[in-house]
């Protein structure tokens, strides 16, 4: 079992910037690829990022070059640095991790809201 615990969120203007961090805890050897969702009120989940196990960085086209995501040297934590927010960053960003045996498991998520 693998327990993922977000932190960073709040309250920021449009154009700031705010930094996510996500905490693995229990089997964190048994943790592959790493990333983040986000859910909008009144819209689905959505991914935003993923980092595989080896480094490699997929991202959303609506957040590419504004967000950069990665990983600690450790590998049980998962950072995700968000510049130039827009007001449509607004979400419950959620950390999410896979396992080499193909479990998924996912946070309780943390609030961004993008607003002036």
């Known amino acids: 079992q693998v327990q993922l615990v977000e932190s960073g969120g709040g309250l920021v203007q449009p154009g700031g910037s705010l930094r996510l961090s996500c905490t693995a805890s229990?089997?964190?050897?048994?943790?592959?690829?790493m990333g983040w969702y986000r859910q909008a009120p009144g819209k689905e989940r959505e991914l935003v990022a993923t980092i595989t196990n080896g480094g490699r960085r997929n991202y959303a086209d609506s957040v590419n070059e504004r967000f950069t995501i990665s990983r600690g040297y450790a590998k049980n934590m998962v950072y995700l640095q968000m510049n130039s927010l827009k007001p449509e960053d607004t979400a419950v960003y959620y950390c999410?991790?896979?396992?080499?045996?193909?479990?998924?498991?996912w946070g309780l998520g943390t609030q961004v809201t993008v607003s002036s």
């Open positions: 999410t991790a896979d396992s080499f045996a193909g479990f998924d498991y």
């Open positions: 229990g089997s964190i050897l048994s943790i592959n690829n």
